[in-house]
């Protein structure tokens, strides 16, 4: 399996041949892992950690993603001595980031739903070089959604792109009209950077207008402009987002942030013992 390679690559990369320390005190037999939070959290990937060290012959318990959790133990591993001792610090590793991001993620929906109670929380794709598939799940355990998964899943136009095909401001509705008729099945998503002239006119073509570094005065009397330029328009807004997520919240569809993949590691630690 896919998910199986990657951690195939986290463990060898820690371990690629033998556990000198385990060979020299000669340490043998069955054993207990436990990882344990010495905060609140949110859990996140402990079911993917568990299908793969199942497979590795140990015998596992935990705390399910999406599941709130005091300080204590969040997972269990049971089996051979050599194993544990070989998996216990990437295991430990691994779920202090995904359950950090659950959590940030669970702290953001909650902020911005006090203000705004059908708003999204959704992610960008700046995850981790190898941890997407994770980082994503973590978010969604938190609450959140995924603004976008990879390049090839909608179109989001952006200045770069524009500048790049040498549209000029004012004609950027030539390059959506060019999308809108080859992918009429697929969400156009257009992205706006601050002070641009006759937003409106962008708001016209697109699905989903994405509103990067506005202020919250800004999207004040903006917002209102663009919804009556395209009632079924979903507005988006980007940008230094994230502790004053409920000051954005009012004036938004969707928040997309990536601050959640950033949050501190949670304070775990791991204890192993034999049986």
């Not at 207990?32 to 590795?56: Q, V, W």
């Not at 203000?115 to 980082?135: D, S, W």
């Not at 990879?150 to 000029?168: A, M």
């Not at 009012?250 to 928040?255: H, L, S």
Request: some cysteine; aromatic content about 8%; hydrophobic content about 40%.
């Amino acid at each position: 399996m896919r998910l199986h390679r990657l951690f195939d690559l986290y463990f060898e990369e820690d371990c690629p041949y033998i556990d000198e320390t385990c060979e020299f005190l000669e340490i043998e037999g069955s054993g207990r892992m436990e990882i344990l939070s010495r905060e609140p959290g949110i859990a996140a990937c402990t079911e993917d950690l568990g299908e793969y060290l199942t497979c590795k012959g140990l015998k596992v318990h935990y705390i399910r993603s999406g599941e709130q959790f005091e300080p204590g133990r969040i997972f269990l591993a049971e089996g051979d001595l050599k194993k544990l001792f070989a998996y216990w610090r990437v295991s430990q590793t691994f779920l202090s980031i995904t359950c950090a991001i659950a959590t940030k993620t669970r702290e953001l929906v909650e902020k911005a739903r006090s203000v705004n109670p059908n708003v999204l929380i959704a992610t960008t794709r700046k995850t981790h070089p190898g941890m997407r598939y994770f980082e994503l799940k973590a978010v969604i355990a938190g609450g959140g959604a995924v603004h976008r998964n990879s390049l090839s899943d909608s179109i989001l136009v952006t200045p770069n792109h524009l500048r790049v095909l040498g549209v000029e401001v004012g004609k950027v509705e030539a390059a959506v009209e060019a999308i809108r008729s080859l992918r009429k099945k697929c969400m156009r998503h257009v992205e706006i950077e601050p002070n641009k002239e006759d937003v409106e006119r962008y708001a016209e073509y697109a699905d989903l207008l994405l509103l990067d570094h506005y202020s919250p005065e800004e999207l004040e009397t903006l917002v209102p402009r663009l919804k009556a330029a395209n009632p079924g328009l979903k507005v988006a807004i980007a940008g230094n987002v994230g502790e004053n997520v409920a000051d954005y919240a009012k004036y938004a569809d969707v928040i997309v942030t990536s601050a959640p993949y950033y949050a501190k590691p949670l304070d775990l630690t791991c204890r192993i013992e034999r049986v």
